[in-house]
């Protein structure tokens, strides 16, 4: 069975410094990694998906990259804003979603 | 509609009875599924839906719950004689369909508590 990592899984940074938030992941026979962020008491909004054969994907401030032969994918957080507060989690597909338990961020103003 | 659709978005009952949640998909989705989320863990993953597809019910946590989906759309998730294990946020999710470049789109949730 698929099992997902993040870490940390919490993270506290002052706002505009570069963070990197970490997914790993056991099989890597995947269709994709989808990166997501969660507001409290709010469903989850996609950030980025990263199809089994690319290496990284941008949006904006964020990037993510892959890396299935190491089971491993980052998300990239340039000059952070506090508005960037939420839940991170990251998903594996394979035959269903397979989630992390997500980091939290707080951006300090 | 222009996301996944939720209802209630709160839902508070009394032990031992039953409940309903619906998820409205976006529209042309193929594929549904409900995960459980409870206060301060990851998503539990509990049915998935494909198009015509048997449904994956692997993650079902007891016969209590059951899920249909109607007409390759909406879709209700019942659970029975509810437990206060039950309070978590129930979460939808839609994707065009299973696979390779389908990203997952959320509804905002039921929030079940049972008292």
């Known amino acids: 069975k698929q099992e997902v990592t993040q870490i940390p899984a919490a993270l506290s940074v002052p706002e505009g410094e570069n963070l990197v938030l970490n997914c790993s992941f056991t099989d890597s026979a995947i269709y994709n990694l989808q990166w997501f962020r969660q507001d409290p008491g709010k469903g989850l909004t996609s950030l980025l998906l990263i199809q089994s054969s690319q290496r990284e994907q941008t949006s904006g401030r964020l990037n993510a990259s892959l890396d299935k032969s190491s089971g491993r994918s980052t998300l990239y957080i340039a000059a952070s804003q506090p508005g960037d507060s939420a839940t991170y989690l990251c998903a594996a597909t394979g035959n269903q979603f397979y989630f992390g338990t997500g980091t939290s961020l707080t951006v300090i103003p | 509609g222009a996301g996944v659709s939720q209802s209630p978005s709160n839902k508070v009952t009394e032990k031992g009875k039953d409940v309903e949640l619906r998820c409205d998909p976006i529209?042309?989705?193929?594929?549904l599924y409900w995960y459980r989320q409870s206060l301060g863990q990851g998503l539990e993953f509990l049915i998935y839906f494909q198009g015509n597809s048997a449904p994956d019910k692997s993650g079902l946590p007891s016969d209590r719950f059951s899920a249909e989906r109607t007409g390759g759309s909406v879709s209700t998730l019942t659970i029975q004689r509810t437990q206060q294990e039950d309070s978590a946020v129930y979460l939808c999710?839609?994707?065009?369909?299973?696979?390779?470049?389908?990203?997952?789109?959320f509804g905002n949730g039921t929030r079940l508590t049972v008292t």
């Open positions: 529209s042309g989705h193929t594929a």
């Open positions: 999710a839609s994707s065009l369909m299973s696979g390779e470049n389908s990203p997952l789109h």
